[in-house]
């Protein structure tokens, strides 16, 4: 997807400007860091991916809800330097890219139950997308 590809770049740079110590920003009492909205965008995007693959490999178990403020509250992204977490996009982006690209055509439109909701591979790429893009937005109107 030409999308996701392109995307990485300008998320990156726009990561790259919020220093080490904007990080640990929260707009509010009790809202994520922006450590930790990253991370939750890196979680995301691994639980998106895997829901993808599952599907366009033909598997037909529905897979479970992703608890996103249970997964914020393990992984203590408040004690991982900003450098590590951009980094971390990268590389899970990469992954993503990779996967997508190796995709048969026919498994674009493969589907499976993820969250008790149907969803095809091609809706979970552009979930993926959207969710960084989402993201990305909260960031720049509510933390920046």
């Given amino acids: 997807m030409p999308a996701i590809e392109s ?3 300008e998320m990156v740079q726009f990561l790259q400007d919020i220093s080490e110590e904007k990080s640990r920003h929260s707009y509010e009492p009790g809202k994520w860091t922006i450590r930790e ?7 995301g995007e691994r639980v998106f991916l895997y ?16 608890d ?4 914020v509250q393990e992984a203590h992204a408040n004690n991982t330097s900003w450098a590590d977490l951009v980094e971390e996009f990268k590389t899970v982006r990469l992954a993503t890219i990779s996967f997508f690209k ?25 979930i993926i997308a959207g969710h960084v893009a989402h993201h990305r937005n909260v960031l720049a109107e509510r933390y920046l």
């Fill in 7 to 9: 995307q990485m770049d």
């Fill in 51 to 66: 829901r993808a693959f599952w599907f366009a490999r033909g598997y037909q178990d529905a897979l479970p809800s992703f």
């Fill in 68 to 71: 996103q403020d249970q997964a």
């Fill in 102 to 126: 190796s995709l048969p055509d026919e498994a674009w439109s493969r589907t499976g139950i993820a969250s008790d909701y149907p969803f095809t591979v091609r809706s979970l790429a552009y």
């Fill in 37 to 43: 909205v990253l991370n939750h965008v890196n979680d």
